[in-house]
T-cell receptor, first 114, second 110 residues
């Protein structure tokens, strides 16, 4: 079946502009995660959605970052007033819930802020 | 979630088995051992996971010691496409983020 998809695959923007990144999870998956990976670094957790529960926003680095998940499916990560340090690969993962909750990742969106 | 320790890098000959060790001495009873890999410029790929028993799937085998303080991921016949960074992660079930450490950079050589 279809995996996690993300769009755009690449995004170049100017400092100060807003960007929106999209994630389409695996159909039927109730949990959705956003991570980011800066060049040569490990993955950094950003935010987690589980069903109708309040999201876990503990990893968002600043109030310029926000995310929403509409209808329990598609999610959008928004970065306002982008800065050069926001340049990274933004990865989305989804899981089906249940006891073991294996997370499956999308290909990521490569964001470059000039 | 428990911390893991992995070798920074290792080489493997094509066609041979690759054995990737991971130490997780502070693992708790309900924490699973997960393995992912990340091939250059791609998202992390799930490989296998286990709790107590050894596990095998089409990609790899996972051997967990009886005391659960360490594990080994086995790629039975490494190919050049298996060159990647391999991450061993210990995670509680349900609703927790994955914490990726430095992983092991595996280079499969012809």
């Amino acid at each position: 079946g279809a995996g996690v998809s993300q769009s755009p695959s690449n995004k170049v923007t100017e400092k100060g502009k807003d960007v929106e990144l999209r994630c389409d999870p695996i159909s039927g998956h109730t949990a959705l995660y956003w991570y980011r990976q800066s060049l040569g670094q490990g993955l950094e957790f950003l935010i987690y959605f589980q069903g109708n529960s309040a999201p876990d926003k503990s990893g968002l680095p600043s109030d310029r970052f926000s995310a929403e998940r509409t209808g329990g499916s598609v999610s959008t990560l928004t970065i306002q007033r982008t800065q050069q340090e926001d340049s990274a690969v933004y990865l989305c993962a989804s899981s089906g819930g249940g006891h073991e909750e294996t997370q499956y990742f999308g290909p990521g969106t490569r964001l470059l802020v000039l | 979630d428990a911390k893991t320790t992995q070798p920074t890098s290792m080489d493997c000959a094509e066609g041979r088995a690759a054995n990737l060790p991971c130490n997780h001495s502070t693992i708790s009873g309900n924490e699973y051992v997960y393995w992912y890999r990340q091939i250059h410029s791609q998202g992390p790929q799930y490989i296998i996971h286990g709790l107590k028993n050894n596990e095998t799937n089409e990609m790899a085998s996972l051997i967990i010691t009886e005391d659960r303080k360490s594990s080994t991921l086995i790629l039975p016949h490494a190919t050049l496409r298996d060159t990647a960074v391999y991450y061993c992660i210990v995670k509680r079930p349900a609703g927790n983020k994955l914490t990726f450490g430095g992983g092991t950079r595996v280079l499969v050589k012809p």
